[in-house]
């Protein structure tokens, strides 16, 4: 047996090798020679501009990240947000006072009246249906909410519930083509003053500010979609999986 065995792997070998020839033989019309595929371009390395000019250690204005509210009157049984009724929140929330002396996005007097008397005039309530995620990553939802303005701008909202009480944890306007839920960021799409170009930018939750705070701000290319209306739908799906978007920019960037 062993005699056989050692022919029957010769012949293998034999086998292999005539196979690989075949195989490099007919590769290329070079004969498997590598051609080249032009000179590749320099690379050029990041040139830092003025280098002697001072570093800037402040933002020239205010973008309204870490403007966080405790939200007076309002009491969260077992930390539920489903149970609050999303127009006594926003009511109580024009009571709150922020953490910072700016940054909220206060909203115009005709707006707040119209909040003021959602229970009288239904009808004209600029309070838009609520939203639920965990975006904080505690384990419980939030509760997301969007405020029509006067002036046509949309304000979107985040409030968290801990300890029994409701916490703003966000607080934006901006004129929004779209709001979208991404796992646990708010993506906002908001138009730009570059012709073809809108703003996008993704609100994410930070452990140590205790907001929810713009970690990705960019300026892209338009998609095809149909263009905004001035007032965004009042009318969402009722429990998004992805629902609609806007970048919360503040005048100062366009």
């Known amino acids: 047996m062993r005699p ?38 320099t690379a050029i390395g990041p040139a830092r501009l003025w280098p002697q000019l001072p570093p800037a250690s402040a933002a020239p204005y205010d973008y309204g990240e870490g403007a966080t509210a405790r939200i007076p009157g309002i009491t969260v049984p077992h930390d539920d947000v489903r149970a609050l009724d999303p127009v006594a929140v926003v009511q109580a929330d024009l ?15 005709d707006t707040v009246r119209r909040i003021t008397a959602c229970r009288t005039a239904p009808d004209a309530c600029p309070v838009l249906q609520p939203y639920y995620r965990d975006l904080t990553g505690v384990g419980r939802d939030d509760m997301v909410l969007g405020v029509r303005r006067s002036d046509g701008r949309l304000s979107v909202r985040v409030y968290m519930a ?10 934006v306007s901006d004129a929004v083509i779209s709001v979208e839920l991404a796992g646990r960021d708010v993506i906002m799409r908001v138009p730009s003053a570059i012709t073809g170009y809108e703003y996008r930018t993704v609100w994410s939750w930070d452990g140590r500010q205790h907001a929810m705070l713009p970690t990705q701000d960019e300026i892209l290319r338009k998609t095809q979609e149909a263009e905004p209306t001035a ?24």
């Open 4 to 41: 056989q065995r050692r022919v029957t792997r010769r012949a293998t070998a034999a086998l292999v090798a005539a196979v690989g020839a075949t195989l490099l033989a007919g590769c290329g019309t070079d004969g498997g020679r590598l051609r080249s595929a032009g000179p590749a371009p």
């Open 95 to 109: 009571m709150a006072t922020t953490s910072r002396s700016s940054g909220s996005d206060e909203l115009p007097a």
């Open 162 to 171: 801990h300890a029994g009480a409701l916490t703003r944890i966000m607080a």
């Open 231 to 254: 007032r965004p739908s009042a009318e969402p799906s009722p429990e998004p999986t992805a629902t609609s978007p806007s970048p919360a920019v503040s005048e100062g960037r366009r």
